[in-house]
């Protein structure tokens, strides 16, 4: 990993900022016509859906930085123990994001790093 | 309750008290989620070797936490601007759908184009889902205003917390900073699944976590992608077969 100079990493947000704003003009523009139950939304919102799903796939199994710190087996178990308690704890957002938390402090304090 | 002290300026009738109760309403549990998810993402760029200015301005800029992580993990695996800005589009994609959703909500005959454009500026899952929440019961007039002051304290919060973030990555012990950037995965993951609606979305994300780690054996470069399109392609297919055979039972 080469870190990177600041005016280049000021070029690539600004372009990240464009890449990204572009499609809210857009559904400005098309909010007028565009029907969101339509067939096309539905499958645009379920490429996004997966294409960020298989981002959070990436960053638990193969993280670059200080998350690979912790084993596999802790990234996994915690990140299972934030969807049970999210699950049980009838899809409440902050109760899953805690238990993983713990789960993932806990575990990496036991493993002594 | 109302009496205001004679020597302020009396409240003006139009935008500026939603706007605050907006505002207010940012520090409602899914923004301090988001703010927490942000701590993580000031601390991710700080390993990355991100200057702490870079990182608040992403998030004032782009003010979208996927699109954020996907720029800073694109160009830490040495890609260019030109591919970190493609694969930074393709996680926006969905942001429009989005801002189609919300904008009938807030709007009145009297919203601008500009103020359109600026209501969708700041439209990111926590904001508008948040937005989507709370303005349907307020009357039509004080719906942007609400939404505008909301969406600003989401945003004032999050790049206090990404500068938190980056700050405290290099000070803290090593748990808790490890803490700190497993914050974003399981946020993003639950928040998926708390925002998809029917079956085929949560196909979508059963499948973009199935594909990935596969596809990025055989694509490295356009694995988010490929992941995308064809895990949302499948899910979207098995929806419409699901609802076409409902729909002839």
């Known amino acids: 990993m080469t870190p990177h100079d600041a005016g280049f990493l000021l070029l690539a947000v600004i372009a990240a900022f464009f890449a990204n704003e572009i499609w809210r003009a857009l559904g400005v523009v098309l909010s007028a016509r565009l029907d969101e139950d339509g067939a096309l939304f539905a499958w645009v919102r379920m490429v996004a859906t997966a294409l960020v799903a298989g981002l959070v796939a990436k960053l638990v199994l193969s993280p670059s930085g200080g998350f690979a710190l912790a084993p596999l087996w802790l990234r996994l178990g915690s990140a299972g123990v934030g969807i049970a308690a999210y699950t049980l704890g009838r899809r409440s957002l902050a109760l899953g994001v805690a238990a993983a938390e713990v789960a993932l402090v806990l575990g990496v304090v036991a493993l002594g790093a | ?249």
């Open chain 2, 1 to 249: 309750m109302d009496a205001t002290p004679s020597h302020e300026a009396p409240a003006p009738a139009g935008a500026s008290r939603p706007f605050w109760r907006g505002a207010r309403a940012a520090l409602s549990t899914p923004g301090l989620v988001l703010f927490g998810s942000f701590t993580g993402f000031g601390a991710m760029t700080h390993d990355f070797g991100w200057p702490i200015w870079i990182a608040a301005l992403s998030t004032v800029l782009i003010w979208a936490a996927p699109a954020q992580l996907v720029l800073a993990g694109a160009l830490a695996s040495g890609a260019g601007i030109a591919a970190a800005s493609l694969a930074v589009t393709i996680s926006a994609v969905r942001l429009l759908p989005m801002v189609v959703s919300i904008l009938p909500v807030l709007r009145s005959d009297r919203t601008s184009l500009g103020a359109r454009l600026l209501a969708a500026h700041y439209v990111a899952v926590t904001a508008w889902f948040e937005g989507l929440r709370r303005t349907p019961a307020l009357d039509r007039e004080s719906r942007m205003p609400f939404f505008l002051g909301l969406a600003n304290g989401l945003v004032v919060g999050s790049t206090i917390a990404t500068v938190a973030g980056h700050a405290a990555a290099g000070l803290l012990p090593a748990a808790l900073s490890i803490g700190l950037l497993g914050l974003t995965p399981i946020y993003f993951l639950l928040s998926l699944e708390r925002g998809a609606s029917g079956l085929g979305e949560r196909l979508a994300i059963g499948f973009g976590l199935v594909l990935a780690p596969l596809i990025a054996t055989v694509s490295p470069r356009f694995d988010l992608l490929w992941t995308g399109i064809i895990g949302g392609t499948i899910a979207f297919a098995i929806d419409r077969a699901a609802r076409r055979r409902r729909s002839a039972a």
